[in-house]
Structure formats: structure tokens, C-alpha cells
């Protein structure tokens, strides 16, 4: 062997003894930064690497390429999860699966749930961003239940279906920062008694008999853009700052009560409500001025 192979082969070993020499903390947080199956591929570098993946604080899964079904996506989250170490906290988790347009919703579901199990602080579920959807490419719907974490700092939701009850985030009390975008939301009620900052954009309101409303007293900011609708807004003491923007796909219309009717009262619309001259009661309603 030449000297200049031997002096390569010493100075690469040296580096690796030095990585291999760092503590574990370091080294966990270390493969945080990477995707989670980059991470989970260290375990060969040698035995030390084994098992270092199973305690990372963040989990990572944004290179669906890298799957290229549905399936074996599935199976890599289940066994993710799995081989973990039960007793590690998960700070982080990201899920970023723009592109699999046949996600399976109890998976998806199921993952959200274990996440929380897992004491996340941060969630970002990125799925599917083209509204409106069809019966052809439908959002994941997510389950219709609320969350329950005493450990939820951050929330982000992009392309998926909400309703009512998923939207109650009563049961994550130190929730601070939630993004909704590019989502179906089914509710007359957003509620947040902790989130000091709100950001709801491109999102299409579906809504019967009133108009949805978001009850959040804790907000400092808020950006509503995009949307289909403006919902009413409850009282927010401590907001210092908004920001609305209409789509051109905006929808706080009703033919009875704009038509002038005298029988306006008996409109049930909610819509009504939401407007200075119509001598209803208005209140419980936040008006943004200039």
C-alpha cells in the first residue's frame, strides 16, 4: 500500500473514532437532524450504532420517495415506532407525506396517537394541499376525537379533514402555536383556551345551520387567510395583532337575510349575526378595525 493510502486510512479511522467517542445525548440529538430511515441505516456502522437510533428525540419522515408504496410505508412507521425505546421522549415529530394519495386514515391516526404517547412537544402532519377535494382524491380524515397531551407545544396540520371534536383542543393545555392549512374543517367551533398564536390559511369552512366560531382568549396573533369564510370571532382580550385576507371564493352570504326580509328574524342562518345593522344582538363578536 502507498503512503498516501496508509495516511487516508489513519486519518479516516481517526475520524470515526472521534464521532464514535461522543456521548450519547450528543449523538441522539445529532441524528434528530436526519431523516428517520437515514437514521435508522447508522445501526450498521458498527455495534456502538446499534440501538443509538431508538431514543432520537425528533422523528423525521419527509423522503416518501424513498417508499415508493403505501405499504412499506406503513410498515416502516409500525416498526419506527415499535423499536423504539418505550421510555424516550419524543420532542419532535414530522410527517411530511405530500404525494401518497392513499393513505390509509386509521394509520395516519394511529401514528398521531402514539406521537402524543410519546410526550411530542412539536407535531407537523404535511399530507395533501389541493382544494377543493373530490370522492376521487379525498383528504385523510382525521378521527373526530380530541387530543390529549399535556405536552403539546406546537401544532401544524396541512391537507386533511377536521371536525368538530378533533377541533376542541381543550385536553392540550399548554398548546401555544396552532397552523391549520390547506384543510376541510367541518365544525361550528374552534376552541383553544392556551394558544397565544393561531394561523388558519387556504382552509374551506363547511358549516349547516350557524357559522363556525373560534373561541381562543389566550391569542396574541392570529392570520386568517385564504379561507372561504371568516369565522366569528369570541372574545379576544389579549390579541395584539391580525391579519385577514378574503378569498375570492368567500361565502358569509345569505339570500334571505341580505334580501332585505322583513321575516329576517326568523332566518336561522346565523349570518345575520355577524353584521352591525341588523339590530341582533353582537356581543360575543370581535371586529377588526384598521
Known sequence: MSRRGKTAKVSTGSFEDRLTALPD??????????????????????????????????????????????????????????????????????????????????????????????????????????????????LVELANQPLLSQHLLRLELHGVFLKERFLDFSSCPVLEDLKIADCVLHTVKILSQSSKHMSIMGCQFLWDMRPPRISAPSLVSLQLHGSNMIPVLESMPFLETASVNLCQKYEEFCDFCDGGSPEVEKCDCGMSELYWDNGRKRDFSVFLED
Open 25 to 138: 445525548d450528543l449523538l441522539h440529538h445529532t441524528l434528530g437532524f436526519l431523516e428517520a430511515g437515514d437514521a435508522v441505516r447508522t445501526c450498521v456502522l458498527s455495534r456502538r450504532w446499534r440501538h443509538l437510533w431508538r431514543p432520537i428525540p425528533c422523528l423525521r419522515i419527509t423522503d416518501i420517495d424513498a417508499f415508493r408504496s403505501v405499504e412499506k410505508l406503513n410498515d416502516f412507521v409500525y416498526k419506527l415506532f415499535m423499536l423504539r425505546d418505550a421510555g424516550s421522549v419524543l420532542d419532535e415529530c414530522e410527517l411530511h407525506l405530500r404525494g401518497f394519495l392513499q393513505l390509509d386514515d386509521f394509520c395516519v391516526n394511529l401514528w398521531i396517537r402514539r406521537v402524543l404517547a410519546r410526550r411530542a412537544r412539536v407535531l407537523r402532519l404535511d399530507i395533501y394541499t389541493n382544494l377543493p377535494t373530490s370522492s376521487e382524491e379525498p
